[in-house]
Nanobody, 125 residues
Framework: QVQLVESGGGSVQAGGSLRLACAAS????????IGWVRQPPGKEREGVAVIYIGGGRTYVADSVKGRFSISQDNANNMVYLQMNSLKPEDTALYYC??????????????????RGQGTQVTVSS
């Protein structure tokens, strides 16, 4: 079973940047998609970005497009979320999640139960 540990969260002012990291263990090619999901306080979770393990194709949600990017380091089983031009509405608990379905996408990753504990990101105005 994949274990996911996030790091890199913190408090930053609007306009700042953070890079989140997700360390994956127990990893296998059965995990077809790995991505980042966020849950603002009192709101539903939202899929932010996903990377398709096999081909490296990525998808980024419209709400963060142009500001966030996802990348992977296969040699070290790491996935990153680079967040630039942060806004107060980006404040949330961010966690990484995997889905090993053949037809995985941002939606299946968002609602996957195979996820880490998360790292808090707080953006002040």
């Amino acid at each position: 079973q994949v274990q996911l540990v996030e790091s890199g969260g913190g408090s930053v002012q609007a306009g700042g940047s953070l890079r989140l990291a997700c360390a994956a263990s127990g990893y296998s090619y059965r995990s077809h998609c790995i991505g980042w999901v966020r849950q603002p306080p009192g709101k539903e979770r939202e899929g932010v970005a996903v990377i398709y393990i096999g081909g490296g194709r990525t998808y980024v949600a419209d709400s963060v497009k142009g500001r966030f990017s996802i990348s992977q380091d296969n040699a070290n089983n790491m996935v990153y979320l680079q967040m630039n031009s942060l806004k107060p509405e980006d404040t949330a608990l961010y966690y990484c999640a995997v889905d090993d379905g053949a037809n995985c996408d941002i939606a299946t990753v968002t609602w996957s139960n195979n996820r880490g504990q998360g790292t808090q990101v707080t953006v002040s105005s």
